[in-house]
């Protein structure tokens, strides 16, 4: 197929690059970013909705990479899972899911317990807290005889040391509903380990499926030996009146996996289907999800998936233009899976690099990651004229601002406005436009008021815009001004339109150019 002439280009994501206003708390207005800076005065910017209904999500809610990648990719918002798991529950569809109902029956009528495994808080990036009320309430109206809650412990999407706050919450909710009891309390980043670093992984099993590991006596106990924070609580086992283990899983029971956001739960559910069908102790559970998962194991999920066909993966095939698609370890899976629609099919006009990410990492001590390599594999990319697109994502500005540690944030940033600058030297060199943009918040809020109104480390996302520059295109294509309000939903058209082509027809953003 013969390629018509296009305009190559790079498209440079920025992860967890918001703008917010330049408080002292504000890592990235903070950092000193002389390339960043001059490019937002010398060439079109604007500032684009990455957060809330923009993108398919509910409102006010805060941006996060999938979606924020399926978006940017798919030139349209699309109705991310944690939308369709709440409509399910507001339309009651949840409350009359035929798989639920038969499932809660069966466990009434078997006298057999219901395991809810997911994050214990209000991030509404990986979960909802507020899900759990629902699924309480429809476990009670089914009469089930006992329903543990597994619970995993945040600090990394809402501020830290708040797991408490959210355990005496989910008590509450408990309560109310008359059905639900905590059973283990386990830090995130041991249960929502997505290195594959099992390591990580085995405690949190051993204790939601055997009642193994350190006890506590409640769930406050659980969350005071936590001397590395809300993220890093060991697995703890609560215990009932007789200090015996609560919870541990018995043949005939069904386990529920309550995080609507697969990629990060998706290891702990397939270890623990693992050594529940295969351990020294097999068990036969039903496993339910609330939402869909990428596992090994295929896991009935309540509330489906929107589709995302139709966007930039899909039209550079179309027009037989080739993309190199780069990013470290943390976010490759964003700069391919997601940005293509969360369809993992391997495309003749693709090529994936992916740069290894750090084993054990300690972020706050390298703020730069592993930038160097992304940023070589960048600029070599750039150099080959059969490459119509380079796609990649720095991931420091996010990754490290999840650190919540504002010094290391500040530099985090500062590299990569080192590295911008190399990237956009190479692309000048090969006549390339670059379109920099943030894929949601993070790093332009590093601090956020506590219950107690005190500010208090924050390393979540936030509903800031994010910008978006149009660099060294071709004069004739660039407008002084980008077009404007835009959204996430309108980089594809614009990427296509700076490309020579013009925007899909699924597409319904515009051009910002
Ligand atoms: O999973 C994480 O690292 C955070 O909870 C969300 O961050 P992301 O949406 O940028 O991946
Ligand atoms: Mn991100
Ligand atoms: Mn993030």
């Given at each position: 197929m013969t390629t018509a002439p296009y305009n190559p280009g790079v498209l440079l994501v920025l992860d967890g690059w918001g703008h917010g206003?330049?408080?002292?708390?504000n890592a990235i207005a903070r950092a000193h970013t002389p390339v960043l800076d001059a490019l937002a005065t010398k060439y079109p910017t604007t500032y684009v909705d990455a957060s809330?209904?923009?993108?398919?999500?509910?409102?006010?809610t805060v941006g996060n990479s999938e979606i924020g990648h399926m978006v940017i990719g798919a030139g349209r918002p699309l109705e991310y899972d944690s939308l369709l798991v709440q409509r399910g529950i507001d339309s009651g569809a949840l409350r009359e899911h035929p798989l639920l109902s038969e499932t809660l029956s069966g466990l009434a009528r078997e006298d057999r317990a219901l395991h809810l495994v997911g994050l214990?808080?209000?991030?509404?990036?990986?979960?909802?807290?507020?899900h759990l009320r629902e699924l309480l309430d429809i476990a009670a109206a089914h009469q089930v005889p006992r329903v543990w809650i597994h619970a995993i412990t945040d600090?990394?999407?809402?501020?830290?040391?708040t797991a408490a706050e959210y355990l005496r919450r989910a008590e509450a909710i408990a309560a109310a509903a008359g059905a639900g009891r905590i059973a283990t309390v386990s830090g995130r980043g041991y249960a929502l380990d997505?290195?594959?670093?099992l390591g990580f992984t085995r405690p949190v099993t051993a204790a939601i499926?055997?009642?193994?590991g350190p006890r506590a006596s409640n769930a406050e106990a659980a969350t005071t030996n936590a001397p590395r924070g809300d993220v890093w609580i060991e697995p703890t086992v609560l215990t009932g009146e007789d200090d015996t283990p609560l919870g541990a899983i018995a043949d005939g029971d069904a386990v529920l996996f309550t995080?609507?956001?697969s990629d990060r739960i998706q290891q702990l559910a397939d270890h623990l289907l693992d050594h529940l069908r295969s351990g020294p102790h097999p068990r036969h559970v039903t496993a339910l999800s609330l939402a869909e998962y990428d596992t090994r194991a295929s896991i009935p999920a309540l509330v489906g998936r929107a589709d995302a066909s139709g966007g930039l993966a899909d039209e550079l095939e179309g027009h037989g233009l080739r993309s190199v698609r780069i990013a470290e370890k943390e976010k490759f899976e964003h700069v391919t899976y997601y940005i293509n629609g969360r369809d993992d099919r391997r495309r003749e006009t693709e090529e994936h690099i992916q740069v290894a990410g750090d084993t054990a990492p300690d972020y706050t001590a390298?703020?730069?990651?592993?930038l160097g390599r992304v940023t070589d594999a960048v600029v070599n990319a750039a150099?080959?004229?059969?490459?119509a697109l380079v796609i990649a994502n720095l991931a420091n500005i996010d990754v490290v601002g999840h650190t919540g540690d504002a010094e290391a944030t500040v530099r985090a940033t500062e590299f990569t406005d080192q590295a911008v600058e190399r990237i956009r030297v190479a692309a000048e060199a090969a006549g390339r436009w670059v379109l920099l943009v943030g894929d949601h918040g993070n790093a332009e809020q590093m601090a956020k008021a506590g219950p107690d109104g005190k500010p208090r480390p924050y390393g979540g996302h936030t509903t800031n815009p994010v910008p978006v520059i149009v660099v060294s295109a071709p004069e004739s294509m660039l407008p002084d001004r980008l077009v404007?309000?835009?959204?996430?939903?309108?980089i594809a058209p614009t990427v296509l339109t700076l490309l020579g082509r013009t925007p899909g027809p699924a597409m319904t953003g515009r051009s910002l150019t």
């Amino acid at each position: 197929m013969t390629t018509a002439p296009y305009n190559p280009g790079v498209l440079l994501v920025l992860d967890g690059w918001g703008h917010g206003p330049a408080t002292e708390d504000n890592a990235i207005a903070r950092a000193h970013t002389p390339v960043l800076d001059a490019l937002a005065t010398k060439y079109p910017t604007t500032y684009v909705d990455a957060s809330g209904e923009a993108v398919g999500l509910l409102p006010g809610t805060v941006g996060n990479s999938e979606i924020g990648h399926m978006v940017i990719g798919a030139g349209r918002p699309l109705e991310y899972d944690s939308l369709l798991v709440q409509r399910g529950i507001d339309s009651g569809a949840l409350r009359e899911h035929p798989l639920l109902s038969e499932t809660l029956s069966g466990l009434a009528r078997e006298d057999r317990a219901l395991h809810l495994v997911g994050l214990a808080s209000d991030g509404q990036i990986h979960a909802h807290i507020e899900h759990l009320r629902e699924l309480l309430d429809i476990a009670a109206a089914h009469q089930v005889p006992r329903v543990w809650i597994h619970a995993i412990t945040d600090g990394r999407d809402v501020a830290d040391g708040t797991a408490a706050e959210y355990l005496r919450r989910a008590e509450a909710i408990a309560a109310a509903a008359g059905a639900g009891r905590i059973a283990t309390v386990s830090g995130r980043g041991y249960a929502l380990d997505k290195s594959g670093d099992l390591g990580f992984t085995r405690p949190v099993t051993a204790a939601i499926a055997d009642g193994d590991g350190p006890r506590a006596s409640n769930a406050e106990a659980a969350t005071t030996n936590a001397p590395r924070g809300d993220v890093w609580i060991e697995p703890t086992v609560l215990t009932g009146e007789d200090d015996t283990p609560l919870g541990a899983i018995a043949d005939g029971d069904a386990v529920l996996f309550t995080n609507f956001r697969s990629d990060r739960i998706q290891q702990l559910a397939d270890h623990l289907l693992d050594h529940l069908r295969s351990g020294p102790h097999p068990r036969h559970v039903t496993a339910l999800s609330l939402a869909e998962y990428d596992t090994r194991a295929s896991i009935p999920a309540l509330v489906g998936r929107a589709d995302a066909s139709g966007g930039l993966a899909d039209e550079l095939e179309g027009h037989g233009l080739r993309s190199v698609r780069i990013a470290e370890k943390e976010k490759f899976e964003h700069v391919t899976y997601y940005i293509n629609g969360r369809d993992d099919r391997r495309r003749e006009t693709e090529e994936h690099i992916q740069v290894a990410g750090d084993t054990a990492p300690d972020y706050t001590a390298r703020p730069e990651m592993n930038l160097g390599r992304v940023t070589d594999a960048v600029v070599n990319a750039a150099a080959r004229d059969e490459v119509a697109l380079v796609i990649a994502n720095l991931a420091n500005i996010d990754v490290v601002g999840h650190t919540g540690d504002a010094e290391a944030t500040v530099r985090a940033t500062e590299f990569t406005d080192q590295a911008v600058e190399r990237i956009r030297v190479a692309a000048e060199a090969a006549g390339r436009w670059v379109l920099l943009v943030g894929d949601h918040g993070n790093a332009e809020q590093m601090a956020k008021a506590g219950p107690d109104g005190k500010p208090r480390p924050y390393g979540g996302h936030t509903t800031n815009p994010v910008p978006v520059i149009v660099v060294s295109a071709p004069e004739s294509m660039l407008p002084d001004r980008l077009v404007e309000p835009g959204t996430l939903a309108d980089i594809a058209p614009t990427v296509l339109t700076l490309l020579g082509r013009t925007p899909g027809p699924a597409m319904t953003g515009r051009s910002l150019t």
